[in-house]
């Protein structure tokens, strides 16, 4: 069984969409993230609920918003779509907020904006 | 604040060579430190953690890296390595970074592993 696992797989679309991701978890963990991977590689924190709660908020667009319906999922909304938003979309859960946690990361969902 | 600077973008070896994968981290209170594993079109996978106690973590595939307070740096070792090992390898540190005392991880650029026959 997967563990974290996201939909869709990959997702490609023209600027000016809207569109959603979906992540889910099995683990019974009590705390989800969203990253985001750029082009380069690099790997940045965009939001993290804990027990459905917002508990992270970096310093994202606001055409980005993060939903979560209870504490197995936690899904991604982004309204009128950039070039720049084109990336590989991690979704990740942990036990709790400590940082001793280990985050397990779900396979991505990689977004191209046309 | 901490951050965390991996020295190598690239780091190309020949099978069974031995390999190490630079890390540096700057902060000023104790940390949590981790490196994970990206293999090709796939997500994160945690390698292995440093938290406190025994400053030599292993993994269960034969990486192992030192805490080295001194020197701020959490290096990572294989003495020999695969071509399955080819990947991507990132170090993190954990700090706070929300309400309720939320952590984060915030990595490093990454190293692309290459392992040539």
């Known amino acids: 069984d997967t563990a974290v696992s996201q939909t869709p797989k990959y997702l490609v679309t023209q600027m000016g969409n809207d569109k959603s991701i979906k992540c889910e978890q099995n683990?019974?963990?009590?705390?989800m993230y969203w990253y985001k991977q750029d082009s380069k590689k690099f790997l940045k924190i965009m939001f993290s609920?804990?027990?459905?709660?917002?508990?992270i908020n970096e310093t994202v667009p606001n055409r980005f918003s993060p939903k979560s319906p209870d504490k197995a999922h936690l899904n991604l909304h982004i309204n009128s779509l950039e070039l720049g938003d084109s990336a590989v979309y991690f979704c990740a859960s942990s036990q709790g907020l400590a940082g001793a946690d280990t985050q397990y990361f779900g396979p991505g969902t990689r977004l191209t904006v046309l | 604040a901490q951050s965390v600077t991996q020295l190598d973008s690239q780091v190309p070896v020949f099978e069974e060579a031995p390999v190490e994968l630079r890390c540096n981290y700057s902060s000023s209170v104790s940390v949590y430190l981790f490196w994970y594993v990206q293999y090709p079109n796939q997500g994160l996978q945690l390698l292995l953690k440093?938290?406190?106690?025994?400053?030599l973590v292993e993994s269960i595939n034969g990486f192992e890296a030192e805490f080295n307070k001194s020197q701020t740096s959490f290096h990572l070792r294989k003495p020999s390595v695969h071509i399955s090992d080819t990947a991507e390898y990132f170090c993190a540190v954990s700090r706070r970074g929300g309400i309720q005392g939320a952590q984060k991880l915030v990595f490093g650029q990454g190293t692309r592993l290459t392992i040539n026959p």
């Open positions: 683990l019974g963990h009590d705390t």
């Open positions: 609920y804990n027990n459905k709660e917002l508990i």
């Open positions: 440093y938290l406190s106690g025994s400053t």
